[in-house]
């Protein structure tokens, strides 16, 4: 399995999501997509973005001000 990763880092609301969503146009149905931001707002945003698609955020974690996110891609 490929490791999908998306840097978005130093954005500011909604371009994460913006970029998330486009990335996982090339993540395969069943593979994670792992996101670094720093937004405080992309808490909620990618809560909300999972629940709207139907993806799957399998988890969020922080490491010092980054947040990480691993969505599940559902198709």
Do not use: W
Not at 46 to 54: H, K, L, M, P, V
Request: charged share 30%.
């Amino acid at each position: 399995m490929t490791k999908h990763v998306l840097d978005a880092k130093g954005m500011n609301c909604p371009m994460p999501i913006l970029h998330a969503k486009k990335k996982l146009k090339d993540v395969p149905t069943g593979e994670i997509l792992e996101i670094e931001a720093t937004d405080p707002g992309s808490v909620a945003d990618f809560e909300a973005f999972c629940r709207q698609t139907g993806n799957e955020l399998v988890e969020h974690t922080m490491d010092g001000d980054v947040y990480l996110f691993k969505i599940k891609h559902v198709g």
